[in-house]
Structures are given as C-alpha cells and as structure tokens.
C-alpha cells in the first residue's frame, strides 16, 4: 500500500541523510532529510531536517522547520538544548526564549 511505500522511503532517506551528515557533506544530508518530510512529516523528522539545515549555518529555515516540528509535538522542544548543532547557536537560544 502507498502509506508503507511512502513510510519505508521516509526511513530509507532518513538513513541516507544522516550517513552524508556523519561524512560531512551537509547539503546531501539536507537534500535528503527533506525528501524524508516529504513522504512522512513527523516532528522529529522536522526536527532532524533543522538539525542539518543548523550546522549548514542556514539558520532562518532552520528555525522555521524547528517552529513547524514544535507545533506538531511540543515534547520535541526538550531536545533543542541537547542537540550539538541546535543548542551552541544565537538563533536557537532566542527561539527558545520566545517559546
């Protein structure tokens, strides 16, 4: 059925973005996190594509996906501080301070 397909490639480009993220190749690793929300746009998804688009330095997407991943589960705000590429930039403290 569609929704397996579309949940199995969301999980297989889940995959491939973070092994381009490991390499250090962080468009790639974009490029395919996004497609990942494409087929399934879970908050953590969301969360993840952020994720990427910070260490990149793309932080104004980076902060509207984040916002678009917090509105869907407001839980997944807790992981901001905790994540590496998250927590160490400007934009990212002062989203959290406006939350």
């Known amino acids: 059925e569609a929704g397996s397909i579309g949940l199995l490639a969301a ?14 190749d962080d468009q ?26 910070s260490k990149e330095g793309r932080m104004s997407k980076a902060i509207e ?14 992981a901001i501080p905790l994540d590496v590429d998250l927590a160490e930039k400007q934009e990212t403290l002062n989203y959290l301070k406006s939350e």
């Open 65 to 78: 996906v984040l916002s678009e991943a917090v509105e869907q589960d407001a839980e997944i705000i807790n």
């Open 28 to 53: 790639n690793a974009i490029n395919r996190q996004e497609k990942a929300v494409k087929f399934c746009s879970t908050a953590f998804n969301r969360f993840t594509l952020a994720k990427y688009l």
């Open 11 to 24: 999980d297989s480009y889940n995959k491939a973005a973070l092994a381009y993220y490991i390499l250090g």
